[in-house]
């Protein structure tokens, strides 16, 4: 069943046309820089590229030029349903939903939480509604998956009234590749969907770890936001709360501008200097940069600590599954990481560990029990995946709360 997976940001449309039986991607796209003179759409089709310059074209424009693209392709009559990444559902959606005025509605409601991201996502809905009224559309949440979590996960030791009367409370992003690894890590475990004590690290620019017990998310690192947790490219991850406070009087800013630097100018890029991308990092380090080593010494030592905690939520573990473009493609890291958690009984194979790349999965362990896992994400799929049994109604377990 093919089905166009719509991820709307504040500038940009990613989109894909993709078989949800067998995964192929008929056509991936970005419609970027938008509402600026350098706005184009890019695609890519039977693996050519092309760029379609928009100057000033704003997401209406880019979306429609991306329909045109289908139409042009033959692929528009093809598809069966939308389905759109949507990044915050707040505490009313525990799973993916058929969207109608009510889901619309709900996701407005959920715009404090996600200010940045539910606008542009609820345009990307609004504008696929009047651009293929025929089809049905779907939301796939962020969140969602990390509904599961038990009061004691999701409390924050703060004021009660913060939660009843602000939502404040850990939500947890992620939770599309989370959900995805997971169900590849039981397959290659070869234990059913209910069952194992997973800890799931999805290593990008953003960085998240889960522990997912029985299929269900237990504890997540992200928060209430997603600067929650681990070290990122551009993101702290978990500080003293109380810095935010100190450096605004000591630097003379705003708390919202050292928040804004907590999110943009922090984690890998702001220990090294340098870069976000661990990919250069990793080769300054290799040549002796003091900033790349200690960023890189930081993030993997972070990482180790906090995987280690969500073990507690577990009680044992079974896999600890690396996926995200680090996770799936950094032997190095990983082997850091797991030199770190070797109390745990993780012993590293040294040469799976290095064939694990580039979209190759598989153990990276020579200890079964617990074992480390590498599983490439795929949210596109699990979206369409998602939005095809929902458009189907053979979607299993859909919650309105
Ligand atoms: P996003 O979160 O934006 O989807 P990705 O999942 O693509 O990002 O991950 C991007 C990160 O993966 C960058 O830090 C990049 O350097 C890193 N990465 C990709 N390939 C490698 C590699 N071979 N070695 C180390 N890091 C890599």
Redesign the pocket.
Known sequence: MNILVLNCGSSSAKFAVIDSADGTEHLTGIAQRLGTAEASLDYSHNGQKHVQKLPGAGHDQGLRAAVQVMDDLGLRASLAGVGHRVVHGGSKFASSMRITPEVVAQVEACIHLGPLHNPPNLVGIRLAEQLLPNLPQVAVFDTAFHQTMPARAYTYPVPHEWLTQYDVRRYGFHGTSHRYVTQKAQELLGIAANEGCLVTAHL???CSATAVKNGESVDTTMGLTPLEGLVM?TRSGSVDPALLGYVARATGQTADAVLDALNKKSGLLGMSGLS?????L?EAAAQGNPRAQLAIEVFCYVLAKQLAGLVVALGRLDALVFT???GE??AE?REKVLNLLGFLGLQLDPGANAQA?RGKAGRITHSLKPQALVVPTNEERMIALDTAALVSGSFAGAQYL
């Open positions: 990008g620019n953003g490219g976000n991308d661990m990919r250069t990793q995200g473009g680090i493609n950094s890291i790349v």
